[in-house]
């Protein structure tokens, strides 16, 4: 049997909303799997930076928002760099990983230094799909937060010059700096992105190895991860915004029947239904987060639906905010005037308020509802920790769970 949707009783919204275009950009990006990457045609970098180089000087800000340079780790006796970024699924499943590292070592004169090198804006919307924020400051900000990342985490995403001094290629990644700050490590943190599978630890036995005084085994190894988006990739992130504007745009009317239909999810997949109208401010505020949640994760088995709870005569104007919003979702308008009829054929417990916003399992349970403003990162966040795991990213899904718990 479904999980029923929950009861509210609120006043359905009466004050006549102006109806205010919010244009619909598509701020976040698009998503592309990277195993083992090594340095693309769209770069930063020639070589990687030889063991025994100098560690590059750099002057970042930080989520903390101080600026961090590299003199302030002189203390440290060993420096590890390590190079993480928000929407990087192999960043996520190692975070964890790197946590066990700063708490292990922090004591014992390890400074571990986490830089984000991705330009934001050459983040395509379906590189999104693991993530619930973008690679901003302000993102990372917002992630540290959520995700209980304690160490200094730097921002290297406008000149990318840090990642390209380091020949990094991919995220994560680990450079391991002795004190004379020479490089003595590069490459992965283990063998495996999955840590139940992990047999070699090679940057924590080369931080044992320095601070025992040791040289390092194995100096250097090759990194598992996503590809860093370079600047130079930033075309590429606009023409999938473009192709994404050109998609058809249709509005259909649903009968009471079809609105029963989809309360039972018929779709096979996680859905997300908006009950909205063009006369509510709210409702048209966030249009454009729920159009990008949609565009993030259509591709990992979800899909979205957008109901008008305008009048049916008002077809012409709906249809011009969905054109003008690029709504490519499932859209459909009431068919009938009477609104609480045609709610109570969606779900008798449906309240009467809009924005409504639900998101149902295939098996038609409610994981997430909002009535009035949308939570835009709890509904991402219940997606992430609601869809299954991709053979690339085994364990995304506990990864996500685990932060929802905390």
Known sequence: MKRAFRTFRFSRCAIACVFVLVAGVVGLHSYAVVAQAAASTVTGTGSPMAIGAAAPEFNLPGVDGKTHKLSDY????????????????????????????????????????????????????????????????????????????????????????????????????????????????????????????????????????????????????????????????????????????????????????ELGKLRNNPTGKYLVVNFWATWCGPCVGEFPDLQDTFRMYRNRDLTFVTISENDPTEKAGVMDFLQKEHASSENYLFSDSNVYTMQAAFDPNMPGAVPVTLLLAPNADVLYQQVGDLDTMKLRRTILASLPDTKEYPGEQKYWSSLAGN
Not at 120 to 125: G, L, Q, R
Not at 183 to 203: F, H, M, P, W
């Open 74 to 257: 002189a203390s440290a006796k060993v420096l590890a760099i390590v190079l993480e970024s928000d929407h990087s699924p192999a960043s996520q499943l190692y975070e964890s990983r790197i946590r066990k590292l700063y708490e292990a070592y922090k004591d014992k004169g390890v400074a571990i230094v986490a830089i984000s090198p991705d330009n934001p804006d050459a983040v395509a919307i379906d590189q999104m799909a693991y993530t619930d924020v973008g690679d901003h400051l302000e993102d990372m900000k917002e992630a540290a937060e959520y995700r209980h990342i304690d160490w200094p985490y730097l921002y290297d995403g406008d000149k990318q010059t840090v990642a390209k001094d380091l020949g990094a290629t991919v995220t994560p990644e680990i450079f391991i700096f002795d004190q004379a700050r020479k490089l003595q490590y590069r490459g992965r943190i283990d063998d495996n992105i999955d840590e139940s599978l992990v047999k070699s630890r090679d940057a924590q036995n080369a931080l044992d190895a320095l601070l025992a005084g040791q040289a390092v085994a194995v100096a250097t190894t090759e990194a598992n991860g996503n590809s860093i988006n370079w600047a130079s990739g930033k075309a590429k992130a606009q023409a999938e915004i473009a192709k994404i504007e050109t998609e058809p745009i249709s509005v259909s009317l649903a009968s009471k029947e």
